[in-house]
């Protein structure tokens, strides 16, 4: 069973900064891993993506504020978003491309609001 956990979500203001965290329950340094968010109302949209040899892919509307990276000694994913607005209001999950099949996490609320 692959497991995964997200954390660091919460509320932030317009321009403000997050750093959210994926704990995995096995070993990631095989396997493409990725941010994928859906906010209200609309369906679930790819964030960013990162391979086992470290290319990283975003979605335009987070090129230049959102940076994936991952530790694969602690088994985590991680997402550093700047520069927030209120479009990116959404649950936030982490995903793993797993031998076993595709894994996802129970995802993480993002709010941002002033």
């Known amino acids: 069973q692959v497991q995964l956990v997200e954390s660091g979500g919460g509320l932030v203001q317009p321009g403000g900064s997050l750093r959210l965290s994926c704990a995995a329950s096995?070993?990631?340094?095989?396997?493409?891993m990725a941010w994928y968010r859906q906010p209200p109302g609309k369906e679930r949209e790819l964030v960013a993506r990162?391979?086992?040899?470290?290319?990283?892919t975003y979605g335009d509307a987070v090129k230049g504020r959102f940076t994936i990276s991952r530790d694969n000694a602690k088994r985590a994913l991680y997402l550093q978003m700047n520069s927030l607005n209120p479009e990116d209001t959404a649950v936030y999950y982490c995903?793993?491309?797993?031998?076993?099949?595709?894994?996802w996490g129970q995802g993480t609320q993002v709010t941002v609001s002033s």
């Open positions: 096995v070993g990631t340094f095989r396997y493409a």
């Open positions: 990162i391979t086992m040899d470290g290319t990283q």
């Open positions: 995903n793993i491309e797993h031998l076993r099949g595709n894994y």
